[in-house]
């Protein structure tokens, strides 16, 4: 069995090298291992390869690893015989890279501050995976933690928790009133005037996409997992992908 990645990171490495060491691994003729998100324009992405290549190049008894592939192709592959494995639907794998992202976030956050996180209000902008578990690490290093949500019951649902938290949008004329701001949402949530008024707050971009004003400063980090920790990335992404290819097939 070989292994072939066009995921051009440790990530992929790690994923490859623990992928071709499984004995369950020794069935599948070859595993090909795609980036993180898989395709862009038609192509894998960062390549200038076709993703119909692969489709090309592949069959019975091969496997194929991606994330948030084109279901004509996942189809197209599955005809053929080969086993799919999409890490965009695997909800322990996306736990997991929810999880890396949010410990990188906040590693990037306290060793370039000058106060200790009880000294800091942060605003989390959306409360799903990485929200979620932002939130909680940050509560549990005693910082005031407000969420900003466009969702009437999760604003109810985290003051029963003891969460501050406040509905999107803002009235016209509020200030967040929050030090640093996180963003976790795909999306634009806030109006250029709501986040002026604050002086001097940090804005920390996590989503992917543009959801900030083009005149609004933001720090922008994607794909923090591959980036800070790829060796537990990789690791999350072998553990999913043997899970479903090695497992009985993904479902």
Known sequence: MTVTTYENSERGRVCAELLGAAPEAARLREVIILPIPSVAGGKIRGTDIPISRISDGVGEGDAVVGY????????????????????????????????????????????????????????????????????????????????????????????????????????EGASLGVDILINTAPATLFSPESLTRDGGMRIIELASGDNFDEKIKVEKYPALPARVFPESAGRALYRAASRALLGGGYE
């Open 68 to 171: 948030s592939l084109p279901p004509p192709f996942t189809e197209g592959l599955r005809e053929r015989g080969v086993l799919v494995f999409d890490a965009a639907l695997d909800g322990e794998f996306l736990y997991e890279n929810a999880a890396l992202t949010a410990e990188a976030a906040l590693g990037i956050i306290l060793s370039s501050e000058r106060r200790a996180p009880r000294d800091i209000e942060f605003g989390i902008a959306g409360y799903g995976r990485i929200g979620r578990q932002l939130v909680n690490m940050l509560l549990f290093l005693g910082a005031r933690v407000r969420v900003f949500t466009t969702s009437e019951r999760r604003r109810l649902e985290l003051g029963e928790a003891g969460i501050s938290a406040e509905l999107l949008p803002l009235a």
